[in-house]
């Protein structure tokens, strides 16, 4: 089995030679390596030529920046393997990460094979069928990372990432789950996440228009998609899509009046959903009723939750960066 081993980079010049020499040195050798540098503004692409020139396995593309998601779909219409392995550009792998997963995936005859890169996903080690992963993917009981897994090539069939959005694991992995017969959750510890760093999408996408957006609309997407087939699994979503959506609509600036629009459009359809929801607070409701109606409240609640979103900010990159 031939593998693509797809690496998305932007501006992480004191990550790269890292990530990439531990892709090199795998003990798995039938791989090329396709690397798209994302209009990289520091030395990023120097240094990705400097690897491709020392291993013929490895392709380079430069290109103009489009975001993570645009560069994973143009390394699926690229690759050559029966299935590819996804590392983050800041991240790193064991040397025998992809044996491991190749391993598992012609064992088994699995479509997917996931490597853990948080241990809370380590409670769900196994083999799952495709409704049975679901019901722990739509809730998010699982986090929805491609990076660290393997996925054939045949799931992607008629799946597209959403460019210009980030956040795209999340909108992205049920669609592929719908396509997998058989996905299985491995207990590897081969996969080196990078929690955060400065200028990660991780860290820039809290508490700002940026990154409530992207979630609102994914959010949007996986419960209007999932919620008849799962309507218990989508209770959360439900209630994680109205948080998000109220955030973004209260952080919107005049820039961001046509995302904003699309965040009401949604809100439109689903209110339904959150006033019967016993999942949602009152005030989540009044608040989205208020949203809905343009209420003049509104100009008095911003700056109010724009205060007690920096401040959870805070909290939240002080103890991601102390545990990172």
């Not at 993917?137 to 054939?152: E, R, S, T």
């Not at 990078?194 to 820039?204: F, K, N, Q, W």
């Not at 209770?235 to 009046?257: G, P, V």
Request: hydrophobic fraction near 35%; proline fraction near 3%.
């Amino acid at each position: 089995m031939k593998i693509t081993v797809g690496i998305c980079a932007y501006n992480v010049e004191r990550y790269i030679r890292q990530c990439v020499s531990s892709v090199v040195k795998q003990t798995y050798k039938n791989i090329e390596i396709i690397i798209i540098d994302d209009g990289s503004l520091d030395k990023t692409g120097a240094i990705l030529d400097e690897f491709a020139k020392e291993d013929e396995r490895i392709t380079v593309v430069h290109k103009k920046n489009e975001g993570h998601a645009a560069g994973r779909e143009q390394i699926v219409q690229m690759m050559s393997g029966d299935a590819v392995y996804w590392v983050d550009s800041d991240d790193w792998i064991d040397e025998d990460a992809i044996k491991t997963s190749a391993g598992i995936m012609e064992s088994t005859g699995a479509d997917i094979v996931k490597t853990p890169i948080k241990d809370s996903d380590r409670e769900y080690i196994g083999e799952y069928t495709r409704d049975a992963y679901m019901r722990i993917l739509i809730p998010d009981k699982i986090h929805a990372n491609v990076i660290g897994c393997l996925i054939k090539k045949e799931v992607y069939k008629g799946v597209h990432h959403r460019i210009g959005f980030s956040n795209e694991d999340f909108y992205i992995f049920p669609y592929l789950t719908d396509n997998a017969k058989k996905i299985v959750v491995e207990d590897s510890h081969n996969y080196f996440y990078r929690v955060v760093r400065p200028g990660s999408i991780t860290l820039e996408g809290r508490a700002n228009f940026k990154g409530y957006y992207p979630r609102a609309m994914h959010h949007a997407d996986r419960f209007l998609k999932y919620n008849d087939e799962f309507p218990e699994e989508t209770r959360i979503i439900l209630k994680r899509f109205t948080d998000f959506a109220c955030m973004a609509s209260l952080y919107a600036e005049k820039k961001d009046a046509e995302k904003r629009q699309n965040v009401i459009d949604c809100l439109k359809e689903i209110e339904p959903y959150i006033q019967n929801s016993d999942d949602i607070s009152a005030y989540k409701k009044w608040l989205v009723k208020r949203i809905l109606s343009d209420s003049p409240v509104l100009t008095v609640l911003r700056p109010l939750h724009k205060f007690r979103g920096n401040m959870k900010k805070r909290k939240e990159i002080k103890e991601t960066q102390t545990h990172a």
